[in-house]
């Protein structure tokens, strides 16, 4: 059956051909659709885990049992399962895993634009790399009887171009392959007298699929002109063919790790000039100059940012078609928290007090801009929390009093624990904020360990974050609604005063939430409006200033009620009498 499918659609659907049985994996965009996706499938067990690390040594065990297995993460999540991934090259498996990492060449929603096919050299683990749909879907299989048949894990890479975009697919029948667990100290203890003996067989291995890669189907010679050929990959493909159609030879690398030799040499001596495409870092390029050719690369390409068709008709000096200028200059739209954003009122409370706000990763992290522009520091999942604790104990009472992290719920259950129980053991002054809006908001709302539902919506363990901070040491842990902004003040003035390790918890649930009743749209009465802006403090995207006076766009206000509270002249009331 042929349809249109999303890549990571599409991804899930060959996991699921393929006979995968197990799948764990943490949200992060653009590669969360898969694991959706793949839990719509009944007889597939899905799970959201509490970090990517968790995620892939759960897909481990799940090999280990016998039963094929999958987990999924962006780039950046990839960082986080190295330490399993890298010695998972050691053990190999038993029944097939296969890991998706998606990159986010661009950075749409991301802190940086790492390029995950070094992992995969370093981890001497294969790397299969899809361009469209149709490859997303007989690739992920094609994953699984690699990952077999060199005893491997293998890497599925992905790009937000090739995970968001749709294409033809031809769907399949489900076929189930289950193996026995035997027990086998030698191959899976890697202590190490036995991880000493695994090395030299993951060297032979490399050999084998380096072989492997000369004639895998997954890697294509295109022959059109042989003026230039060009090596591509990934979405760069179909940028190369779209601006070059059959003019130019392409060799279409789809296996990323390892890369051929005899194929590429063979290619290079069909053409008279060789040029290699490829988003971000020049490691195909590398590969084919240590192979002694004369290449173009990155002298022609940027090594930052996401390629495009004009893009590459500029770098080999084609005119770019269809130029069409506008007439007017289009306005910025920066990100802005949402209206009735739970976190709004929390970060203009610590602006407002001045504080040094170390920040997180999340939807919260645009508490960083105007006119909020409260948080001072983003690093990784959970480094709030870690970085307080040293900026506290580098500093002192010159800081204690007026530095705060903030951390959401979600990525506090990914990697903020381990933070918060530094700071309990080594006792550093340090008010943590745990940003509690009862799910994972900036990927689009799945389910994590505090909000008591499994990825599928059913109920399941639910940790008490309350509890779970006074077990790990914590005196000091008050909650407040971050909607009431005195009592906000009140909370954080009080526990910045306090000479002792704590933690607040801002909770009020996510205001896009389907469950989340909102409440009538405020509307301002222009008579009693003096144009003081006030209102304006919050960066509230409802409010603006029309004609001179502030005004309440009636189809975004969710009616929180944070504005009231700023203004001096009451001028916004309810609209639930108009409505009623």
């Known amino acids: 059956m042929k349809q249109l499918m999303l890549g990571n659609k599409a991804v899930a659907r060959g996991l699921y051909e393929a006979g995968c049985c197990f799948a764990s994996s943490y949200p992060g965009t653009p590669s969360t659709e898969v694991t959706e996706e793949l839990a719509k499938y009944d007889d597939v067990y899905c799970e959201w885990a509490p970090n990517e690390k968790v995620a892939m040594e759960a897909a481990f065990g799940a090999s280990l049992a016998g039963r094929r297995s999958f987990c999924a993460m962006k780039h950046v999540g990839l960082n986080v399962a190295a330490d399993p991934l890298y010695t998972m090259s050691y053990t190999g498996v038993n029944a097939g895993i296969v890991i998706v990492v998606a990159d986010d060449a661009g950075m749409h929603s991301s802190q940086n634009e790492q390029d995950s096919r070094h992992h995969a050299i370093a981890s001497k683990i294969p790397m299969l790399e899809p361009s469209d749909s149709a490859e997303a879907l007989e690739f992920a299989k094609l994953a699984y009887e690699i990952s077999e048949k060199f ?117 290079a001596s069909k053409v008279k000039e060789l040029a290699v495409v490829e988003e971000l870092d020049p490691i195909m390029e590398n590969h084919v100059k240590a192979l002694g050719l004369r290449v173009r690369g990155k002298d022609l390409l940027p090594m930052c940012g996401e390629f495009s068709q004009n893009l ?176 906000c003040e009140k909370v954080v003035k009080e526990e910045l005063a306090a000479e002792a390790p704590s933690v607040i918890i801002s909770r009020r649930p996510c205001a896009l939430l389907k469950y989340v009743k909102r409440k009538p749209a405020l509307r301002v009465d222009p008579e009693k409006c003096r144009t003081c802006k006030s209102c304006m403090r919050i960066g509230c995207p409802a409010i603006s200033i029309r004609d001179g006076k502030a005004r309440v766009d009636g189809t975004l206000c969710v009616g929180c009620g944070v504005c009231t509270q700023l203004c001096r002249f009451d001028a916004f009331e309810s609209t639930a009498k108009e409505e009623a």
Not at 438 to 462: E, F, L, R, V, W
């Open 312 to 487: 590459i008709r500029k770098a080999f000096g084609i005119d770019v078609p269809g130029k069409y200028p506008f007439d007017e200059q289009l306005p910025m739209r920066p990100p802005v928290m949402c209206p009735g954003c739970p976190h709004r009122g929390l970060f203009f409370t610590l602006k407002k007090l001045g504080c040094t706000v170390l920040g997180d990763i999340g939807c919260y992290t645009l508490g960083a801009v105007a006119p909020l522009g409260s948080m001072e520091m983003t690093l990784c999942m959970g480094a709030s929390i870690s970085a307080i604790h040293g900026f506290n104990k580098a500093l002192g009472k010159e800081s204690e009093g007026k530095t705060v992290s903030v951390i959401g719920d979600s990525t506090f259950m990914h990697s903020g624990m381990t933070g918060l129980a530094n700071v309990a053991y080594n006792q550093s002054n340090s008010t943590v904020i745990i940003l509690d809006n009862s799910i994972t908001g900036m990927t689009g709302h799945q389910q994590n360990p505090t909000t008591g539902y499994n990825i599928k919506g059913d109920p399941a363990g639910k940790i008490d974050l309350t509890a779970l901070c006074r077990s790990m040491g914590f005196e000091r842990v008050a909650v407040v609604d971050p909607y009431d902004l005195a009592a």
């Open 151 to 267: 005893d491997t894990p293998v890497l599925l890479k992905m790009c937000t171009r090739v995970a968001h975009s749709q294409s033809v697919v031809e769907t399949g029948e489900r076929s189930v392959s289950l193996k026995s667990y035997e027990k086998n100290i030698a191959k899976y203890v890697m202590m190490p007298g036995i991880a000493k003996r695994r090395h030299p067989i993951v060297e032979e291995r490399t050999k084998a699929l380096r072989e492997y890669a000369e004639t895998a189907p997954v890697n294509r010679v295109e022959m059109g002109g042989t003026d230039l050929g060009i090596i591509t990959s990934s979405t760069s493909y179909q940028y190369v063919k779209e601006v070059f159609g059959d003019s130019v030879s392409i060799l279409k690398i789809g296996m990323a790790n390892p890369l051929p030799e005899k194929l590429i040499l063979d290619f």
